[in-house]
């Protein structure tokens, strides 16, 4: 009994052993690849038809900085945008193979850009695609672009041989002023499977022309379920993502207390919180909201060190971080669409009564009540404290 257990044990040690060594299977050679760094979904001319482009890398170009001189001398791009159009983006992608020896490699992707045009009619029929893949990452940034996607992903900057990058960084770097939201595939998917909370996109434009175009990214798409419907300027953009606590930076203006210039305030850290409050018939939406800011520079004369100009200049902060969420919140009800999430933070706090309110969110939405209360402080007024201004004689 026990030369028989022995055995059994021997044997599935073996078999524990021959597991990590099965072989690479899924294996993917190099050389057969195109790695896809951006994607890109217009309409097409033919009704139904969409236009999907896709940004592979070209690898001899990238293979050292005196190859991108001399590519950059003979027009030879570090890319190649290959275009088709469908009905399906799973269809095209298949479809791709006609043209490209290579098969189209999709983990590292990273922008999803769809034109204007093409959201304002609706987007899931589009972005299940990318859902589904298994090799889509859920944290390839979602875009929408006013001009063609396919323009989009031909303007070339001096600073990234792959406009897709370029795209990918410039979103990113909107943390420093907080004007523009940073979407990836799964916040997007949250937000489209919420029964209230709409999604969000930032959107950018091709300016410029010839050799000088370049990209802007300039406010954010508003959505109501997978549809674009409006959109929010930079100032409304900063008071959404106040309320969802996402300001990561960015400077407000305020006059300052002499009425001698104005004083620019840097806001260092920021912190959110939403709370619902039900009481009879009355909905309440409580925002606290504390962020730390810093002097970054001012323009007038007036010594702005002492205690009262610094608490005045705190008071005004918060007035401007007011004005900035209602001024998101009057866009936001203007088109029914709770960016805010609003119905959310009601249906995890009062269950019951949520029942009640998501088959008329959409009434009840536009009159929910939001009070704010908004505590900021200035922790410093840089190297000096006085302002460098002329001595007088």
């Known amino acids: 009994m026990k030369n028989r257990i022995g055995f059994i044990m021997k044997i ?24 896809v760094v951006g994607v890109g979904l217009d309409k097409a001319e033919k009704p139904g038809e969409i236009q999907l482009t896709t940004q592979v890398v070209k690898p001899g170009e990238l293979k050292s900085s005196s190859a991108k001189n001399k590519s ?10 290959i275009k088709k159009t469908g009905y ?4 095209i992608i298949k479809d791709f193979s006609h043209e490209s020896s290579h098969k189209l490699y999709f983990p590292h992707n990273q922008v999803l850009i769809f034109e204007r045009k093409l959201a304002e009619e609706g987007m ?19 875009v929408v672009s006013e001009d063609r996607a ?7 900057t001096g600073l990234e041989k ?13 943390k420093i002023t907080s004007e523009s939201p940073t979407v990836k595939l799964i916040d997007f998917i949250r937000r489209l499977m919420s029964k209230t909370t709409a999604p969000i996109a930032p959107l950018i434009r091709v300016t410029g022309e010839g050799n000088e175009k370049t990209l802007e990214v300039f406010g954010t798409a508003v959505f109501k379920h997978d549809k674009l419907v409006g959109e929010l300027n930079k100032r409304e953009t900063r ?34 919180k939403m709370t619902p409050v039900i009481q009879a018939d009355t909905i309440l939406i409580k925002i606290d909201i504390k962020a730390e800011g810093i002097v970054n520079s001012q323009s007038g004369s007036e010594n702005i ?17 007011g004005k900035e969420i209602m001024a998101a919140l009057k866009t936001a009800r203007d088109l029914n669409s709770d960016i805010f999430g609003f119905g959310d933070s009601i249906y995890w706090k009062y269950p019951s009564e949520w029942k009640k309110l998501k088959m008329k969110w959409d009434e009840v939405f536009p009159d929910v009540e939001v009070a704010l209360n908004i505590d900021t402080k200035l922790r410093s007024t840089g190297n000096i404290s006085a302002p460098a201004v002329p001595a007088k004689e």
Not at 23 to 35: M, V
Not at 163 to 174: C, R, S, Y
Not at 245 to 263: F, L, P, R, Y
């Open 239 to 272: 008071g959404l993502l106040w309320v969802i606590n996402e300001v990561k930076g960015g400077m407000i203006n305020v006059a300052s207390s002499s009425g001698d210039g104005t004083v620019s305030l840097e806001i260092t850290r920021a912190k959110s």
């Open 72 to 81: 950059s001398e003979s027009g030879t791009n570090a890319y190649w945008n």
């Open 12 to 35: 599935m040690v073996c078999f524990m052993l021959i597991l990590p060594i099965s072989g690479c299977w899924s294996r993917h050679e190099l050389n057969s690849l195109s790695f």
């Open 124 to 142: 899931q029929p589009y972005i299940d695609t990318f859902i589904r893949d298994i090799e889509t990452r859920f944290n390839v940034l979602v």
């Open 305 to 321: 060190a002492s205690p009262d100009i610094v608490f005045s200049l705190e008071k005004k902060l918060s007035a401007e971080i």
């Open 88 to 91: 399906l983006a799973s269809e």
């Open 150 to 156: 396919s323009e989009v992903l031909d303007v070339s």
């Open 162 to 174: 792959l406009p897709a990058i370029n795209i990918a960084k410039l979103v990113e770097t909107q």
